[in-house]
């Protein structure tokens, strides 16, 4: 069995109303029909959608146990709590937090559905709210199972980047009015471009197994024997981001859409479309009519593009295209500026994240060989550069008299407040130091910014924790042991490796990338290019960093990785120290630890998308503050969440 639920939000109350939510759910439900799909639909053209409802169809497919492939498709408005965690907002979400959907949380529980493969689509804008009524968590749409250990596949489809709005066309009639990443995604899967359609058996290329000539003159002259045709994400990814980009030029040239797809290895994976043999023979025939007489406009413009890339435009898509090495041996490129696509569709920025920054002239390009790699940094744009350079140089105090406490960098501090007596100071450069003199009950540092903002941050026996801020927002937190630690010599001798580590993932954490894939594409542990797994790279220095630990963490449950985040905490365990709170809880260990869990809630504030897991654990205060917290990275508590959880402290 197959199912879709296809969700189409047009009126969020208190938001903007969307034109083509509704209709785009709609033909997706269509699309799925047609695929043989079981397809609910839920959209508030007559009346309101609740997250009720929704929950309750998703688990009734649970129960029935012989789902193999489920596909949650949303279309409407959506935030961002922080750079990691989604909401959709449902009818009603205005007025009650519940009635939004907890991507985030539900991609998590998702995974002990026992469904092999699950795909999220969402249409939807990936913004900070502008009103703190829309900050609530939301509700997950997947029932609390007990983990079966069955493998489960995740692909996640995001119409835009995080901290970006996702467009929509309007019109008078439902034609003239559609998103573009639905508008798209439904073209790719219906099969209009034909060159995506492959072989189920054979991996073969539609439009190479059959010669369109003779295919024209003899529909029987060959088939494809035992089997389908069928469309799969990894061959479209790169051709959904082109057209949705190139969707978005085309209303207004200035306009731009960039989808982030994120998607899991399984073999065999499944395939989201398919079409029998007669249907595909169709599909081919209808295309090449069509665009018989736009085939050479169309190779030449590739060509120009790609000559245009050249002289310094290079971007991942057209590295992508099948037909690159083809054309640049038509055009009879000189072998000198051949260039490798593998690497650079690594390297080169794509033109939105490197708008900024000069481009070398045609002159400029040299040959690329494995002894004249480009510079990662590359791949990155300017405000990431200057985050990264910003964390990078951030140095905190080497030590306390005490061993414990916390530089501050990039911003003033009211006070900080903790169960444990604690000084506050300047050094002769001016810069706020926090010296702690710990004790038994020594958790929970609370940092108040002038503002009147604050952050829960975990003191660490014998680690002084640097806390960079760009203005008054906390970019990351960096724990480093104190200079009379036993631990000391080993930084000193990785500090270049763990710096590199700390700036690059918390860079990339703060802008919402998936920083899985960053440290997969760049960094190995001896700062070489392609490292396999992000968590496993972080993880290797959690002993002398333990923030390091906590963004692995993050990374495999990203990954769905549970033995590796388990592995992370038995070694976190056995230190004489306080437990990172979310550590703990995504090891599922908070019961455990609860002597020494260290801050009194999750750093992280996508930590916060898991509370089902321990909001029955935490002071009653916390759960009240938790309704009053600042889209940001780490967990920041607005001045009237900051009033709440002094009450803590007294």
């Known amino acids: 069995m197959k199912n879709i639920i296809s969700i189409g939000i047009n009126n969020a109350k208190g938001l903007p109303p969307l034109q083509s939510a509704v209709s785009g759910a709609e033909q997706f439900a269509a699309w799925g029909n047609s695929q043989g799909y079981t397809v609910d639909l839920f959209i508030d053209a007559l009346q309101r959608v609740s997250q009720t409802a929704i929950f309750d169809r998703i688990n009734e497919i649970i129960e029935e146990r012989t789902c193999e492939q489920l596909i949650i ?28 959907i907890n991507l985030t949380g539900s991609i998590d529980i998702a995974r002990t559905s026992g469904i092999p493969y699950i795909v999220f689509i969402s249409d939807a804008c990936r913004v900070l709210p502008n009103e703190m009524q829309f900050t609530g968590n939301g509700s997950v749409i997947f029932p609390i199972l007990d983990d079966t250990n069955q493998d489960c596949a995740i692909d996640i489809l995001y119409a835009t980047r995080p901290g970006n709005p996702a467009l929509e066309q309007t019109g008078q009639s439902n034609s003239e009015r559609f998103g573009l990443f639905t508008q798209a995604l439904l073209e790719v899967l219906n099969g209009n471009y034909p060159e995506l359609i492959k072989s189920k058996q054979t991996n ?27 469309i799969d994400s990894f061959s479209s990814e790169a051709h959904i981001k082109s057209l949705v980009a190139k969707k978005a030029s085309d209303i207004k040239i200035t306009l731009k859409q960039n989808p982030e797809i994120r ?9 989201i479309a398919e079409f029998d043999d007669n ?12 665009n018989t007489e736009n085939v050479a406009p169309a190779q030449a413009e590739l060509a120009n593009k790609i000559l245009g890339n050249l002289r310094g435009k290079l971007t991942r898509d057209s590295l992508r295209n099948d037909s690159f090495k083809d054309i640049i041996n038509k055009l009879e490129v000189p072998s000198e500026y051949i260039i490798d696509e593998t690497l650079y569709e690594r390297h080169v920025p794509t033109d939105d994240l490197y708008e900024n920054i000069d481009r070398p002239d045609f002159s400029d390009i040299k040959p690329i060989g494995n002894k004249d790699l480009p510079d990662p940094q590359a791949k990155f744009d300017t405000k990431f550069l200057r985050r990264l350079e910003t964390i990078y140089k951030s140095k ?20 900080s407040l903790s169960n444990s007596p604690l000084e506050i100071f300047k050094d002769y450069e001016n810069t706020t130091h926090i010296r702690i003199h710990p004790q038994d009950q020594s958790k929970t540092a609370l940092i108040i910014l002038q503002n009147g903002n604050s952050i829960p941050i975990a003191i660490l026996d014998g680690y002084i924790g640097t806390l960079v801020f760009e203005k008054e927002t906390l970019l ?3 724990y480093t042991p104190s200079q009379n630690s036993y631990k000391y010599h080993s930084y000193l001798k990785n500090e270049k490796g763990i ?21 997969k594409d760049d960094f190995n542990k001896d700062g070489q290019i392609n490292f396999s797994n992000a968590g496993s790279y972080l993880r290797q220095d959690k002993d002398i960093d333990p923030s390091l630990g906590l963004y692995a963490v993050y990374a495999f449950r990203q990954e769905g990785k549970i033995k590796d985040i388990k592995s992370v905490y038995r070694f976190m365990a056995i230190q004489k120290n306080n437990i990172l709170f979310d550590i703990a809880m995504l090891a599922s260990a908070l019961t455990d630890e609860k002597n020494r869990l260290a801050p009194f809630c999750p750093m992280l504030s996508l930590g916060w998308a898991y509370r089902h897991q321990f909001e029955s654990l935490l002071d009653p205060i916390i759960i009240e503050a938790s309704n009053y917290l600042v889209p940001s990275l780490w967990t920041t ?10 009450k803590l402290f007294t």
């Open 476 to 478: 990351t937190i960096n």
């Open 499 to 519: 710096g590199i580590a700390r700036s690059y993932v918390a860079s990339a954490a703060n802008d919402g990338f998936d920083y899985i894939k960053t440290f």
């Open 73 to 100: 498709f949303f279309a409407g408005h959506g935030i961002l709590k922080s750079p990691s965690q989604e909401i959709w907002l449902l009818s009603n979400a205005q007025l009650n937090p519940n009635e939004s």
């Open 279 to 290: 249907t595909a023979k169709n599909i081919l025939l209808t295309y090449s009519q069509t």
């Open 204 to 230: 073969e290329s539609l439009v190479n197994y059959y010669n369109v000539q003779e295919l024209t003159t003899n529909k029987e002259y060959k088939k494809l024997p035992k089997g389908k045709w069928s």
């Open 396 to 415: 905190g105090r080497d030590s306390f008299e005490t061993q414990t406490g916390f530089t501050i960098i990039g911003t003033e501090i009211q006070t």
């Open 637 to 646: 508590f607005t001045p009237r969440g900051t009033q709440l959880i002094k």
């Open 263 to 271: 998607l899991e290895y399984q073999n065999p994976k499944p395939s």
